[in-house]
């Protein structure tokens, strides 16, 4: 290990200035080293601009999305029990459809008439995704550099709820174009109850985006 550290130590200090691709990447160096550099965040050649006027009707359930792994550090079972808290005070008006992963969950009687699981996708089917999203949620518990599914919602119109521990939190204006909160069930709950109840903060948010 210490080895490898002297590798990189060596690699940084060639380097006169850094692009951090997030807030979180640069405290996180900065944290270590002694290094000059600015925040710039990234995308890729597939992301286009595929924003769509969206309807949210309350008389139907809230799509929520969520994008990836069932891993711990993704966010996922935060999100599970999040949803099953809704469930326990009546607030049922949702659905939770989960994409990316490899192998479905087993769910309590109550979570199965709520939580859905798509299994993997392609690129190409993110625009069908995310015409079925009303919302995205990237709830990950451990620090990420940034996150390209939170643009990618972006790129078609879809508002984000995003944990402080991801970097794409960088280009989101809170409150405006998406939520971002700190990774707990309480605040998330809360969060997914508004938007339960009024639509119209998503309507809004659609229309910043």
Do not use: C
């Not at 080895?3 to 850094?18: A, K, N, S």
């Not at 286009?48 to 929520?64: C, Q, S, T």
């Not at 405006?176 to 109840?197: A, C, M, Q, R, S």
Request: hydrophobic share 35%; aromatic share 12%.
């Amino acid at each position: 290990f210490n080895d490898l550290r002297e590798y990189y130590l060596g690699i940084f200090g060639l380097i006169d200035y850094f692009h951090f691709n997030s807030e979180n990447t640069k405290n996180e160096f900065e944290r270590f080293l002694d290094i000059n550099g600015a925040v710039l965040p990234i995308s890729h050649k597939n992301i286009a601009d595929n924003r769509k006027k969206k309807v949210y009707n309350g008389n139907y359930p809230l799509k929520i999305s969520f994008l990836g792994p069932l891993d711990i550090y993704k966010g996922f079972p935060l999100l599970r029990e999040t949803v099953n808290r809704l469930l326990s005070i009546d607030q049922n008006n949702w659905e939770l459809n989960v994409y990316g992963n490899n192998a479905e969950l087993v769910l309590e009687p109550g979570e199965s008439n709520h939580i859905r699981f798509h299994g993997r996708y392609q690129h190409d089917e993110l625009e069908n995704i995310f015409d079925n999203t009303d919302v995205l949620i990237v709830p990950s518990v451990w620090k990420e550099t940034f996150g390209f599914i939170g643009l990618e919602a972006l790129s078609y119109g879809v508002p984000v709820i995003v944990s402080n521990h991801v970097g794409f939190k960088d280009i989101l204006r809170d409150g405006e174009t998406g939520i971002i909160f700190d990774p707990d069930t309480k605040e998330l709950e809360t969060i997914l109850e508004k938007l339960i109840n009024d639509r119209n903060i998503l309507k809004k948010m659609n229309h910043n985006i």
